[in-house]
């Protein structure tokens, strides 16, 4: 659990179930697909990282959830997608057998496609919250994506790219509250200029980044663009990259055994040593652990 939420990965510590597919690690920007058979449970969820669409795919079950102080009943089965913002505990029972879908999509997929459809800074995203949206378009994407993390070839990646932003635009025509920043002159970056940065940081993970050549990728000075990166993404240039770094790392330690100075170099450490050092004090852990615990 990074920052009081859990990730996709560490669903299944409170909600067990048999994996039925999964998206690659490292290749899907902004999207990941896990598929579950379920039998009947009674699971209390901790909040989630990313706004989560759970596809009904095998199974009729009577579902209950509790969000908030309220509870709510709906009888779900094959076609029914749930759509669930983020950030939430909640509490689950099921009382039949059920396959589904997960699709995960980041807040920053979300808010990336809602600044690009209305060309305005977002201040937040929700999603409206339901067990049961009436929405088959939102169900068949879901099963397209997992497709291809199933049996993706060639053009997989730009296959998956178009249908995440085809079901984020969706969800956010239909499914969301959108809270939208008010005009303050040329405070944040603009979508593309966060685009490039991210990009960027992405493909030289494996080096050190400076500020200066962030800063060039956006075409700004190094004053205007560390303010501007914090005003658009709520945290410091450096914690991007730091967070990114730790991300791949525990990435490539709970899916590879790749020796650990090589995964300290392929995530822009500057050794082992730094690698441990930085590991136990964001995931309280060793690489090693880290490792063995996967």
């Known amino acids: 659990m990074r920052d009081g939420f859990i990730v996709p990965d560490e669903l299944p510590a409170w909600v067990p179930g ?78 039949s057998p059920i396959e589904v879908v997960h699709v995960y999509l980041t807040r920053e997929q979300l808010t990336a496609t809602c600044r690009a459809m209305y ?11 339901t067990i049961k949206a009436d929405d088959p378009a939102v169900h068949r994407t879901a099963m397209l994506i997992a497709a291809e993390a199933a049996h993706g070839g060639v053009g997989s990646e730009l296959l998956v790219d178009s249908l995440t932003t085809q079901l984020s635009v969706t969800i956010l025509r239909k499914h969301a509250n959108l809270v939208f920043r008010e005009p303050d002159g040329s405070a944040c970056l603009t979508f593309r200029q966060e685009h490039l940065v991210r990009d960027y940081v992405q493909s030289h993970l494996h080096r050190k980044l400076t500020l200066d ?80 615990r996967a």
């Open 119 to 129: 060309d305005r800074e977002v201040s937040d995203v929700a999603l409206h919250d």
């Open 213 to 292: 050549e962030l800063a060039t990728t956006a075409g700004l000075s190094k004053f205007h663009f560390a303010r501007r990166f914090r005003a658009s993404t709520g945290t410091t240039p450096h914690e991007f990259v730091l967070r990114h770094r730790v991300d791949r790392a525990r990435r490539l330690l709970q899916r590879t055994s790749i020796p650990l100075p090589e995964v300290a170099a392929t995530c822009g450490f500057a050794d082992q040593s730094h690698m441990n050092r930085v590991l136990r004090r964001r995931l309280g852990a060793t690489p090693g652990e880290v490792r063995r």
């Open 18 to 95: 048999e994996v039925t597919v999964r998206s690659p690690d490292d290749a899907w920007d902004g999207v990941a697909v896990r598929g579950y058979r379920y039998r009947d449970s009674d699971v209390e969820v901790p909040p989630m990282r990313d706004f989560m669409i759970v596809a009904y795919r095998r199974g009729v079950t009577e579902m209950h959830r509790q969000l908030d102080a309220g509870w709510h009943h709906e009888r779900l089965g094959p076609g029914d997608v749930s759509l669930l913002t983020r950030a939430a505990d909640s509490h689950w029972t099921w009382t």
